[in-house]
């Protein structure tokens, strides 16, 4: 028989809902936000961190469900954004009965939010939630499974990685230029042998050590600490880890000509977009970048029949939006994250009315 769950609602200007979920039979707690629906049901993965607080997980959890409104709406989705967390480290408190759990609190909103995998969870993981709720997708198996969206994320990470340096170098060709990876897990990783194969120096870095040295051995590349990693000279710097990385204690030292990658949220404020364009290094913004995981997601919950040719037609889509981002904020002289923002807005907004 399953426990009870403790769910209570947290107040959060600017969100449609934020749910509390707490079962003390399982040691579960975690948070789900619902930021907009406007476009459709909100849709975001769950992660699994060792968060130092609740506090810190509501904040997490709140800025990476508005990231993915704007994502789902950069890239053309009929979704709105919503995310999820769950407190804990998830090789030590992950259990089947504690994701169970969580999938029952899923299904109390209905429908209005959809998840899939993050960090600290795995396709298997999301089979254990499809167990006790529809309302997920990322699967291995079934009539529309999408599967692990990590190297689909890869690959709208590298043709990013192109396009930003065809407009900060002139040409998108990677062959010879240094960038600096930040986080090797399943996306860091693909996207590091994307761009090796196409001639790319890389300087790698990760908190766990074995990760780095696979990289350095299978991609011939440069170890960096984690610490460091932000200080390296390189042409780009891709950030794959955390968000908040960009902020004015690291935008200051950094070390190269642009910024493209695939963690979310990876400015501290807006603020810092605007110190980046003023420092001359171009931006990419993360929600634009990264988006290719959630586009895969995506056919999973539209139902989508020809799954290849709807990623192959949204990645292309996405590409001329980060190309029309970077073109009106050089005729504007502006950092591109207020040109996205202004972008998506207008979406948002005129879907809304």
């Known amino acids: 028989m399953n426990s009870p769950l403790n769910i209570t609602h947290v107040f959060a200007p600017g969100h449609e809902t934020v749910l509390r979920i707490e079962d003390r039979a399982t040691g579960l707690i975690g948070f789900i936000a619902v930021h907009s629906t406007a476009l459709g049901p909100a849709a975001g993965g769950l992660r699994m961190r060792p968060y130092d607080s609740q506090d810190a997980a509501i904040e997490d959890v709140l800025r990476l469900s508005r990231g993915m409104t704007y994502k789902n709406a950069a890239a053309g989705l009929p979704l709105g954004g919503g995310k999820a967390v769950i407190m804990g480290d998830p090789a030590k408190l992950k259990t089947p ?99 090796h194969h196409a001639g790319a120096k890389l300087i790698v870095t990760d908190i766990d050590t074995a990760r780095i040295a696979e990289a350095v051995d299978a991609f011939e590349a440069v170890a960096a600490d984690p610490l460091g990693i932000l200080s390296v000279e390189a042409d780009i710097l891709a950030p794959c880890a955390i968000g908040a990385v960009l902020n004015p204690a690291t935008i200051a030292d950094l070390k190269v000509a642009a910024v493209c990658g695939g963690a979310n949220n990876q400015l501290a404020s807006d603020k810092d977009g605007e110190a980046l364009h003023k420092r001359g290094i171009l931006y990419a913004p993360d929600y634009v970048a990264n988006a290719g995981g959630i586009i895969n997601v995506a056919t999973e919950i539209l139902e989508i029949e020809d799954r290849a040719s709807f990623v192959d037609q949204k990645l292309a889509a996405l590409d001329d939006t980060l190309n029309r981002i970077f073109q009106r904020a050089t005729q504007r002289n502006c950092s591109p994250n207020d040109v996205a923002t202004e972008i998506v807005d207008e979406v948002v907004t005129s879907k809304a009315a």
Request: glycine share 12%; aromatic share 8%; hydrophobic share 45%.
């Open 97 to 195: 009965e504690l994701l169970r759990a969580f999938a029952r609190a899923i299904n109390t909103l209905e429908g209005r939010y959809w998840t899939a995998e993050d960090m600290g969870m795995t396709p298997e993981d999301m089979a254990i939630l499809a167990e006790e709720t529809r309302y997920v997708a990322g699967l291995a198996d079934g009539k529309f499974a999408s599967g692990d969206p990590s190297p689909i994320t890869a690959r709208g990470i590298f043709q990013s990685i192109q396009t930003t340096a065809h407009h900060r170098f002139g040409t998108a060709d990677l062959a010879g230029r240094v960038v600096a990876v930040q986080g090797l897990g399943h996306v860091g990783a693909h996207l590091c042998k994307m761009l």
